[in-house]
Nanobody, 121 residues
Framework: QVQLVESGGGLVQAGGSLRLSCAAS????????MGWYRQAPGKQRELVAA???????GYADSVEGRFFITRDNAKSTAYLRLDSLKPEDTAVYLC???????????????WGQGTQVTVSS
């Protein structure tokens, strides 16, 4: 059994900041990438940011330089700082982790419950 619990999110004015966190727990043997997608109404799900176990990161062009992802491997937790937020960043943010359970031989993607980020103009 695996749980990804997200926290953070909320309502903020344009130009403001938020911090999301995503904590994985359960019978986890290893975690590869962790990160966030976002889903806005009427739009395709978009990969926002990801971080590997060694700390290497990747970002969507739309958030490069404004969003920053980190992780704490000891806590199996990833963090996403969202700076200089824009109304177009409004979406449900879904964290993910590519992980392997002790009972499995392959990695699989697991999802958090999602958190709403709303940016007002």
């Amino acid at each position: 059994q695996v749980q990804l619990v997200e926290s953070g999110g909320g309502l903020v004015q344009a130009g403001g900041s938020l911090r999301l966190s995503c904590a994985a727990s359960g019978s986890i043997s290893s975690i590869n990438a962790m990160g966030w997608y976002r889903q806005a109404p009427g739009k395709q799900r978009e990969l926002v940011a990801a971080v590997g176990p060694g700390g290497n990161t990747g970002y969507a062009d739309s958030v490069e330089g404004r969003f920053f992802i980190t992780r704490d491997n000891a806590k199996s937790t990833a963090y996403l700082r969202l700076d200089s937020l824009k109304p177009e960043d409004t979406a449900v943010y879904l964290c993910f982790a590519d992980l392997r359970l002790y009972s499995e031989t392959r990695y699989s993607k697991h999802w958090g419950q999602g958190t709403q980020v709303t940016v007002s103009s």
